[in-house]
Each structure stands twice: as structure tokens, then as C-alpha cells.
């Protein structure tokens, strides 16, 4: 699937206390950053999905990620290849394939860390797609927001829990401004 596809889009924006590298390097192994995907709970339905790493464990340009799993008697899986790594600024992946998802049919995520005075701003994001056929079409047009908020909020956390209370949050542009009529 090309990215231009992903028409739907999610981020979370916060402030640090922690230079960009060690935020980077945090946020660059795909067991921590998935974690809220690896333990079951309520945005699962109880389930959980597993990691499979290649030899660079999704820490290099090209790299491939596998994630296994069930939902409510479904099977999941999900191919992702990192398709940006520049350290310690970047990293984007998306899925590749045909991935068997129940809410979306495909994503782009990733983060983008800047130096922000003693500490870095980190904006973590989902770009993504409605399943167009099927239950998962209007599954998706139901649930697949509130799926990529929770999991981009989730990530968000974890870096706030790794490096101490946030400094700043801001939701993508689009959110705050309707917040704020």
C-alpha cells in the first residue's frame, strides 16, 4: 500500500526533559515502544500480539518487523518495514503486504525528535487507512480513530514515564483547534 493512501492521520506531541539521543534511542526498540500492544488489554479485547524481529530488531532502514495475534477469534498479522532511521531526529515504518487487520487496512507511524532547550520535543504519529470492504469497513469508520489515539497516546506515554512528567502535550493541530471552539 503507498503511503499517499493514508488519508487519516493521528499524533501526540510533548515536551521532555531528556536530550534527543537518549529519547531516540528509548523510542527506537520496537519491544518498548509496542509494549501496550505486547500486554492484553481493554483496546484488544483481552488480547495481545507478539513481536518477531529480523536481525536489526526494527533498528535500521529496511528492516522488517512481524506482529502475531488474535481478536476475538481473528487472526492478526502485520508485516512493517522501517522506511526512515535517522537518528537521533527520526524513524517511520508502515506495513507491507497484505496485512489482516480488523480497523484499518494499513499505516505509516513513526516520531520526529527536536532539541527543545535542555530537553527535546517529541511528536509521535499514525497515518492510516479504512478497511474499504467487508465488517471492516464500517468497523473502521467506528473504531479505528479511537485505535489510533490510544496506540500514538500509549507510545507518548511511555516516553513521559521513561524520562518524568511531560513538559508540554499537544494533540495533532486538527484536535487542538477543536478543542478550543
Known amino acids: 500500500m503507498e503511503t499517499a493512501n493514508f488519508s487519516l492521520h493521528y499524533s501526540d506531541s510533548r515536551d521532555v526533559p531528556a536530550r534527543p539521543d537518549a ?5 527506537d526498540d520496537f519491544a518498548r515502544l509496542g509494549e501496550h500492544m ?17 536481525a536489526q ?7 522488517v518487523i512481524r506482529l502475531r495475534g488474535s481478536m476475538l477469534g481473528l487472526d492478526l498479522r502485520i508485516d512493517e518495514i522501517v522506511s526512515a532511521h535517522a537518528p537521533p531526529h527520526r524513524k517511520a515504518w508502515s ?4 496485512p489482516r487487520l480488523i480497523v484499518m487496512s494499513g499505516y505509516r507511524m513513526g516520531f520526529q525528535i527536536d532539541p527543545a532547550g535542555p530537553g527535546s520535543h517529541v511528536r509521535i504519529f ?7 470492504s467487508g465488517a ?16 500514538v497516546r500509549s507510545m507518548s506515554a511511555a516516553v513521559s514515564a521513561q ?10 493541530l486538527s484536535r487542538t483547534q477543536e478543542q478550543s471552539t
Open 38 to 54: 505486547m500486554n492484553a488489554n481493554w483496546m484488544m479485547a483481552g488480547s495481545r500480539m507478539t513481536y518477531e524481529f529480523d
Open 57 to 63: 530488531r526494527g533498528r535500521s532502514l529496511g528492516s
Open 163 to 172: 524520562f518524568g512528567p511531560r513538559l508540554r502535550s499537544r494533540n495533532d
Open 23 to 27: 529519547v531516540f534511542e528509548f523510542l
Open 136 to 151: 471492516g469497513r464500517w468497523l473502521g469508520r467506528l473504531l479505528a480513530h479511537a485505535y489510533a489515539r490510544w496506540c
Open 95 to 98: 506495513t507491507i503486504g497484505s
Open 126 to 132: 499514525i497515518d492510516y487507512a479504512l478497511p474499504t
